[in-house]
C-alpha cells in the first residue's frame, strides 16, 4: 500500500480550516459549561428546594442522555416550534448542555469537599453567604477538582467529533467529505490522526503542566 502524500498535501488547509473550527466549537462550549457549573453551584449554596430539584433534573438529562440525541434535538426538533439554529450554534449549545451538566456535578463535589467549619468560620466574621463561596470556598473548590475538570474539558473536546452528524465541518465531516468524494481512505484517516494529536497533545501537556502548578503552588515552590 502506498499513500498519495501529494493529495494529503493538497487537502491539508482544509484540514486546518476543520482544526480552528473544532477548537472554536470545544473552547466555547468549555467556557460556558463552567459558567453553568458555577451559577449552577451558587444555587445550590441558595438551598431553594425548587431550583435545586430543577438543576438536579437538568444534570441527570444532560449526562444520561446521548449527546447525538441533545444534537439532533435541537437541530430537527427545534425548528418545528419556530427556532431554526445554525450548526455551528447548535454545536456550541448542544456541548454547553452537556458539559454543564459535568461542571456542575464537578464543582459540587469540590465544594461539599472544603470543611464546613470553615464556611461557618467565614460567617461568624460577618462575611456573606457570597463573600463566604468567592474568599473561601470557590478557591479550595476549584484546586480540588482541576484534575476533574481538565478530564471533562478533555472529553468535550473529544464530544465535538459527535457534531459532524449535523454537518458541521469539523474535522470527522471533513474527512469522510473528502472520503466520499475521492475515496482516499488512508490518506485521509492519517491526516485526521495528525491533527487529531496536534489539537489533543499540546492541550494535554498545557493541563498537565497547569495541573502540577495547582498542586504543588499551595506547599509553594
Not at 5 to 18: G, I, N, S
Not at 58 to 86: C, D, H, M, W
Not at 160 to 176: D, G
Amino acid at each position: 500500500m502506498s499513500l498519495d502524500f501529494v493529495f494529503m498535501k493538497q487537502h491539508v488547509p482544509e484540514f486546518f480550516d476543520a482544526l480552528i473550527l473544532t477548537l472554536n466549537i470545544g473552547l466555547i462550549g468549555i467556557m460556558i459549561s463552567v459558567f453553568i457549573g458555577v451559577f449552577n453551584n451558587f444555587i445550590y449554596l441558595m438551598n431553594n428546594k425548587l431550583l435545586s430539584r430543577i438543576i438536579r433534573a437538568y444534570t441527570e438529562v444532560s449526562r444520561n442522555t446521548p449527546f447525538l440525541i441533545q444534537l439532533f434535538f435541537l437541530y430537527f426538533a427545534l425548528p418545528s416550534i419556530g427556532i431554526k439554529l445554525s450548526g455551528f450554534a447548535t454545536a456550541v449549545i448542544g456541548l454547553s448542555f452537556l458539559g454543564g451538566g459535568y461542571m456542575t456535578e464537578t464543582f459540587r463535589s469540590g465544594i461539599e469537599a472544603v470543611s464546613k467549619n470553615q464556611v461557618e468560620a467565614g460567617l461568624s466574621i460577618g462575611l456573606s453567604k457570597m463573600e463566604v463561596l468567592r474568599y473561601i470556598v470557590l478557591p479550595q473548590a476549584v484546586n480540588i477538582t482541576i484534575p476533574a475538570l481538565i478530564t471533562n474539558f478533555i472529553f468535550l473536546l473529544k464530544e465535538t467529533s459527535v457534531v459532524s452528524a449535523i454537518a458541521v465541518k469539523e474535522l470527522i465531516f471533513t474527512t469522510t467529505s473528502l472520503i466520499a468524494i475521492y475515496y482516499k481512505t488512508y490518506e485521509m484517516l492519517l491526516l485526521l490522526t495528525i491533527f487529531y494529536i496536534i489539537l489533543f497533545l499540546p492541550i494535554s501537556l498545557l493541563f498537565t503542566f497547569v495541573e502540577r502548578r495547582m498542586k504543588y503552588g499551595q506547599y509553594g515552590s
